[in-house]
């Protein structure tokens, strides 16, 4: 093979996130890496909430071996399945365009770069990869990209270093993520949502009709959950709380986790859903895989993009005989197959956008009919509503009410701040009832006592289940 010109950029050199933080930050909040690339949040001159990302520098000779390299992976006819095929590939490269030498001494900078923009997201990699990131977000692609922080949700968003130059730059970036979703976008069809490889929620648009220009958001969830103990240690939920949603889940009640959008219901539902018998059957209907139990060898996922599939999956769900049918989030139909589940005696739960107890109420009577409105607010154990805070400098995500139903009326047990009648819930006489409980007060008390006893960790909750019921 006739070797490239060394000296001749075939290719843009990469593009390099980089930020002069000594003389932009005021005040550094906290600084990390994420594998090669450093990572500073902190307060910029101007009083704005930053995520700077300085990641590896490439010398001149370093840019244009990573231009000519590139340019060889493109144009060759060798098959890459994996990282390893690309290394070997790229130490071929190497050896043919005459870079060796200068490869070697610049390896590690040059080949990040290269598996990077090859095997990665491009710019956006980094803040992929970031376990500490919620949420990736860009609204105008003249401004930079926005980012949620877990330790940092008070600022609500930070604003990143990186910026795109044009519109078909972003409309490139979106065309890789789509494509590593398995899925297809153009200006025919500019609009797509979808599921990457490592389970991360993607919307994104390229433009007009559906927006005045591309935009995209990236929704991440952690690999592992997050377990009841550390919320209850968080603050999130009351531990008092939590004992009673496991008692309802022992009950093979309904119960819905409410709230507005980024709150966290889907990440306490999940939790609640530990607090449970690890030899039972849950099955969960969702768009995407949010809710995950990895440790349960029953546990079943089912998945629907529209509201009509999910009611498909749920009937399917249904003849499984789950101990529990949860559905990730009701939106439409899928309700009826909840109301269904509770008359055939399957536990279930679902969250739900709304943020009191008549929001709810209302949604629900929208969704079905007279008698299915009746049986499911009837048969619904407990509306747990959980908010945003500021609590200080600082914004929380915390349970702020929790309401059992009495009558027609919805009766709050739990305010935070304020109200703490869980002891006194009606619930608990229906929960003693179905469980043939002589003392359910003292039967929460106990949970309670056995939940703080339990260290924080996913693995250390589900060990401490398999104690509780001997499995």
């Known amino acids: 093979m006739p070797k490239h010109n060394p000296t001749y950029p075939i290719r843009p050199e990469p593009k390099i996130l980089s930020a002069d933080v000594e003389n932009l930050c005021i005040d550094i909040l906290r600084r990390y890496r994420v594998e090669n690339a450093e990572i500073t949040v902190c307060i910029d001159r101007h009083g704005v909430p930053r995520y700077l990302v300085n990641e590896p520098q490439l010398d001149d000779v370093g840019k244009r071996i990573y231009a000519s390299v590139m340019e060889y992976l493109y144009t060759s006819l060798f098959r890459i399945d994996s990282v390893e095929d690309l290394k070997k590939l790229v130490d071929s490269a190497v050896q043919d365009l005459g870079f060796e ?54 600022y609500e968003a930070l604003v990143t270093n990186i910026v795109f130059e044009s519109e078909d730059e972003v409309r490139s970036i979106i065309e890789r993520l789509a494509l590593r979703s398995g899925k297809a976008v153009s200006l025919a069809k500019p609009e797509i949502h979808a599921l990457l490889p490592e389970g991360y929620r993607l919307a994104a648009t390229l433009g007009e009709p559906v927006s005045l220009g591309p935009t995209f958001d990236i929704r991440k969830f952690p690999s592992v959950p997050i377990d009841i103990i550390t919320l209850v240690e968080q603050g999130v939920v009351p531990i008092d709380v939590a004992a009673l949603v496991w008692m309802v889940n022992d009950a093979k009640l309904f119960y819905a986790v409410i709230g507005g959008s980024g709150t966290g219901k889907t990440t306490l539902l999940n939790a609640f859903l530990q607090l449970s018998n690890p030899s039972w059957k849950i099955v969960v209907v969702q768009d995407v895989p949010e809710i995950k139990l990895p440790e349960r060898p029953r546990f079943i996922q089912f998945f629907g993009e529209t509201s009509e599939e999910q009611f498909q999956r749920c009937l399917t769900a249904l003849r499984y005989r789950p101990d529990i049918l949860v559905v990730g989030e009701v939106r439409g139909r899928e309700i009826v197959a909840l109301v269904r589940a509770i008359a055939s005696g399957s536990g279930s739960a679902t969250t739900f956008h709304a943020s009191t107890p008549e929001e709810y109420e209302m949604a629900i009577r929208n969704l079905l009919p007279s008698d299915l409105y009746t049986m499911l607010t009837v048969n619904t154990a407990l509306l747990i509503i959980i908010s945003r805070l500021r609590i200080s400098n600082k914004v929380m995500r915390r349970v702020c009410a929790v309401y059992e139903r009495r009558g027609n009326s919805w009766y709050p047990i739990y305010i935070h701040n304020d109200i703490d009648r869980v002891e006194e819930s009606y619930i608990l006489t229906r929960i003693g009832k179905r469980l043939l409980i002589d003392d359910p007060v003292e039967e929460l008390r106990r949970r309670i006592e056995f939940l703080k006893k339990v260290p924080c960790g996913y693995s250390n909750v589900e060990k401490a289940m398999k104690n509780f019921y001997g499995v």
Do not use: C, Q
């Not at 401004?143 to 949700?153: M, S």
């Open 101 to 154: 030498k200068e490869y070697i001494e610049r390896y590690n900078n040059i080949w990040y770069y290269i598996l990077r923009d090859s095997y990665g997201y491009g710019v956006l990699n980094v803040v992929i990869r970031d376990g500490m990131i919620e949420d990736i977000e860009l609204s105008n692609w003249r401004k930079p990209v926005t980012v949620v922080h877990r330790e940092f949700l008070a």
